[in-house]
């Protein structure tokens, strides 16, 4: 049966193919046509939704990194302060060997020690004789860090050691 399909579409003489009617080519190539566009809506529409997916993904990701290193540097910043206040109390003790507080407060920022704490460090000094103990507070934010620093003194009130160590809050 193809045998003679493709007798009748070749001509005899040249070989080349007889021209059917425009009007069935026409119907027959928009027919494939719309065949092969329905097919590529779907695989449009997976693309589409495969780019959302990663694009969303990355954004995430991004926000995630973003804010763990903001919330590593206010913590870096929280120790840096607590560290300068425990620093200032070696000061007042150098000053006065038999200095002591039951808490005082340096402001980094203007308003610092007030919502929302944006640099503040809070310093209490204990024990009128050697050794004495500085427990520094920094907090930036909710990110609080501890340092508490043993000083030994001689009969002069001069400062013959330190010992630094980072507590927990």
């Keep these: 049966m193809d045998h003679e399909n ?7 003489i040249s070989g080349t ?12 190539m928009r027919s494939k046509f719309k065949q092969r566009g329905i097919a590529t809506i779907p695989i449009i529409l997976a693309l589409t939704v495969l780019i959302i997916a990663v694009g ?10 973003t804010f763990i ?11 840096t302060y607590a560290e300068a206040g425990a620093r200032d109390a070696l000061v007042k003790i150098t000053r006065d060997g038999r200095y002591t507080s039951a ?5 980094f920022v203007a308003n610092g020690c007030t919502a929302p704490n944006d640099g503040c460090a809070t310093i209490t000094v ?3 004789t050697s050794p004495k103990t500085i427990v520094s ?3 930036v934010k909710n990110n ?22 980072e507590i927990s809050n």
């Design 144 to 165: 609080i860090r501890k340092v508490q620093v043993t000083v030994t003194l001689d009969a002069n009130w001069v400062i013959t050691g330190t010992s630094w160590q």
């Design 6 to 12: 493709n007798k009748k579409n070749f001509s005899l």
């Design 126 to 128: 204990t024990s009128g």
């Design 137 to 139: 507070s920094g907090r």
């Design 56 to 65: 969303l993904t990355v954004s995430a990701v991004a926000f995630n990194e």
């Design 103 to 107: 808490g005082y407060n340096i402001e």
């Design 17 to 28: 193919p007889r021209l059917r009617g425009l009007s069935s080519y026409r119907h027959e």
């Design 69 to 79: 290193a903001q919330e590593f540097f206010r913590s870096s910043k929280a120790l």
